[in-house]
Structure formats: structure tokens, C-alpha cells
């Protein structure tokens, strides 16, 4: 038994990653539409009540407990936020 300590710490953990994942799929979200050519301020409210939508439904309680679907998410938002910059970057290069 690892005991209490163990447990707090996985939430600890769980709940650093959600933060992160919301931020990562806001900026994902808006990186997409500031590409697509949407104007930067509808970009940022509709990447903020994606992150919004995101952080409220009943199963984000999964969030909070000590799994590793935070810390998914959170990976998965960045990595496709870092493609879609790199991407992004190399179509104004080929212009």
C-alpha cells in the first residue's frame, strides 16, 4: 500500500495535465482558425469556448483522478498544435 500520499500526488499530477490540456487545445484551436484566416479576436473566443466546452462535461472528472487521460490530452493537444505551427510555417515558406 502506498497509501494517501501516492493518491494525492497522482491528482496532483492529473490536474497539472488538464490545466496544460486546456491550454494546449485553446492554442490549437486558435492556431487552426488564425491560419484558416479568421480574425484573430473570433480565434481566441472560439478557442477559448472550445477549452471551456472541454473542462465542463460529466466525464472530465476523469481528469482529476490519478489516470493518465490528462496527461494524453495534454500531449496530443501540444503535439498537434506544434504540427499544425510547423505546417503553417512551411506553406508561408513555400509562398
Given at each position: 500500500p502506498?497509501?494517501?500520499?501516492?493518491?494525492?500526488?497522482?491528482?496532483?499530477?492529473?490536474?497539472?495535465?488538464?490545466?496544460y490540456?486546456?491550454i494546449?487545445?485553446?492554442?490549437?484551436?486558435?492556431?487552426?482558425?488564425?491560419?484558416?484566416?479568421?480574425?484573430?479576436?473570433?480565434?481566441?473566443?472560439?478557442?477559448?469556448?472550445?477549452?471551456?466546452?472541454?473542462?465542463?462535461?460529466?466525464?472530465?472528472?476523469?481528469?482529476?483522478?490519478?489516470?493518465?487521460?490528462?496527461?494524453?490530452?495534454?500531449?496530443?493537444?501540444?503535439?498537434?498544435?506544434?504540427?499544425?505551427?510547423?505546417?503553417?510555417?512551411?506553406?508561408?515558406?513555400?509562398?
Amino acid at each position: 500500500p502506498l497509501g494517501a500520499g501516492a493518491g494525492l500526488g497522482g491528482m496532483v499530477v492529473s490536474n497539472v495535465g488538464f490545466v496544460y490540456a486546456c491550454i494546449g487545445l485553446y492554442m490549437f484551436v486558435k492556431e487552426i482558425l488564425e491560419n484558416e484566416g479568421s480574425h484573430p479576436r473570433e480565434a481566441k473566443k472560439r478557442a477559448f469556448r472550445s477549452a471551456l466546452f472541454f473542462s465542463f462535461p460529466a466525464c472530465s472528472v476523469f481528469m482529476s483522478a490519478p489516470y493518465t487521460e490528462s496527461l494524453f490530452c495534454a500531449l496530443t493537444f501540444w503535439g498537434s498544435f506544434w504540427l499544425e505551427r510547423s505546417l503553417a510555417l512551411e506553406r508561408q515558406r513555400e509562398n
